[in-house]
Structure formats: structure tokens, C-alpha cells
């Protein structure tokens, strides 16, 4: 900025009041500033902006130890901040200590902006947290994101994926499909809306089922025995997530329904466990480093150009077919 100031003949805050877009200087020194400044190839220093606006370089990230995706999360969180000169600050999500408070504390060690994983908190909450600090909920979808807000979302496409598991299944030769939901987890409003659109889509109204269940192993596993305690198994279930899918898979393979060949099982998430050589689940592929990517850039852009319109990032599913799943035994 030194350099442009002093080959325009201006002094160094009228340079910056230009580059800013702030009223103050004529058209023609305008103009003139704006081309010396391109063609020596000034770039604005983002951290000096910061520090001038007394902003911190730390994102705090809330998440939910106890799903895989999310660790997955947060090990490319840390590599994408830092290559923008920015530090992460971790708090946990646990039974006992709500989102509230995981914020709260996040908030009290100064940091600039949030990454939220796996929250479940109302729409509203979001708004409101948004007007103390830049706000990226991930891997979530919020209605109705508004313009001029430090709110922003990056997530998978959930309904496609949860179609392309479907699509596939039936493509297959599957029709008794039942589906166990993630009750209010992230996503899993998505996801179940998903099933059963693509059901219908398919014409097997009559065989849609939907089981109540949530984003952990316990879960699967009480599924997995009410589906063991009915006169018929389905050909194939989709889980709600990876972790879900793990605890149908335990407890039907301790009580010997073979897996693919009774019971075909689709996951959510392709957290690394799923391709363990004894797990090989088929799951739908979400990427997690490109979400870690856009959420720590979408924070520290709103961080340091304010409110902008409204973001919300939406990455493609994968379908990944591994050793779970086959076509129906007739």
C-alpha cells in the first residue's frame, strides 16, 4: 500500500480509503490509484486488516466427539485454517454439556468466527448467534438463509445421495427396503424425506418402513432386533449414518443372517471404518475435506469483508458399493 501511495502521489490512507471502496478522493485519482495498484499486483493483507479491526485469528469449532465424521472433520479443519494463517480452537459437544454452552465458551476465548458440526439447535438460534459472531453450520441444511447475515452452510447434497442408495437398491432387484431414520440428528430430516420420495418414485408405497433410530451404534442394534423380532426381514436397509449401520451390522451377524446374502446395509457418511477389510460397508460418500475447506473459508471471509448474501455451499454425494450389499436371494 507504502508503494501505490507513494507512486500515485497520495498519502497511504487515502490509498486505503480507495481500495475500500470509501468516498474521499476524486474520480481521476480513483482510477489512478486502482491501476498502479494493479499493476504492481497488490494483494490486501487480510491478517492487517484484521488486527486494524482488533479481530481475532481464531476459528472455534464446536463438534460431537462421538461421530466419526466429524474427527474426520476436524483433522482437515486445522490443515485449511493454517494455510491461512489461522488458529482452531476445539470445544466438544457432549450428553451433558449442550450447544449453548460449547459456544459460549468458544465465544469467551475470543474467537473471530464459529464452525458448528453436528448441531441440532433451531433454525433461530443460528440467526441470532450470527449477530455476535460469522456463523458456518456444516454438513446441516437451514431454511431460508438470509442476505446480510454472517451465516452460512456448507453441506452434501443428503436427498441426492439418499436417491442414489435407493436408485441403486431397486436397480438391484430389492424392494422391501426399510429405512432407519436418525431421529433429530443433523441431516436426518433430509435423509428419511429422501426415502421415501424415492420409494414412491419407485411405485413401493406398500413397502416403505421407516424405523426410529439416531446417529449411533445402539441404535442400529435396537433396530436391527426389531427387525429380527418380525415375521419377515427385508431384502435391504438403509441406516441413517455409518455408525448407525455398524450396530445393525453387529447384531445381525451375531444373530447369523448372512450380510449381503439375506439382508443387503447401506451407511451415510463413508467415515473411515467403512472400508475396513472386516466392515466394507457400502455408504454414501460425503467429502470431507472439501467441507472443511469451504466452512473454514466461508468463516474467514465473513470475518473479514462482514455480511454478504446468502451462502450455501452443496457438495455431491458418492454412492460407494462395497461388500454389504447385493442383489435379493430369490
Known sequence: MAQVAERAGVSRTLVSFILDGKP????ETRQRVLAIAE????????????LAQGR??????????????DSELVTHIYPAAERLGYD?????KLPDRDESTVIDSLLSHRCGGLILLGTSSPPEFFYELAERAPVVVACRRLPQLRTDSCLATVRTDDAKGVRQAVDYLVESGHRTIHHVDGATDPGSADRSA?????MRAHGLDDEITVIPGAHNEDAGAAAARMMLAAPVLPTA??????????GILDVFTRAGVDIPGQVSLIGYDDSRLSDNPRIDLTTIHQDAPEIARNAVELAIQMLI?????????V?????????TTGPPRH
Do not use: H, W
Open 39 to 50: 499493476e504492481i499486483g497488490y494483494q490486501p493483507d487480510s491478517a492487517a486488516r484484521l
Open 88 to 92: 482452531v480452537l476445539l470445544s466438544a
Open 305 to 313: 469483508d462482514g455480511p454478504g448474501p446468502a451462502t450455501d455451499v
Open 24 to 27: 474521499g478522493a476524486s474520480e
Open 56 to 69: 481475532s485469528r481464531t476459528l472455534g469449532v464446536m463438534t460431537d466427539v462421538r461421530q466419526l465424521f
Open 315 to 323: 457438495l455431491e454425494p458418492k454412492l460407494i458399493v462395497r461388500g
Open 194 to 198: 429422501a426415502y421415501l420420495a424415492a
Open 237 to 246: 436397509v438403509l441406516a441413517g449414518n455409518d455408525r448407525c449401520a455398524l
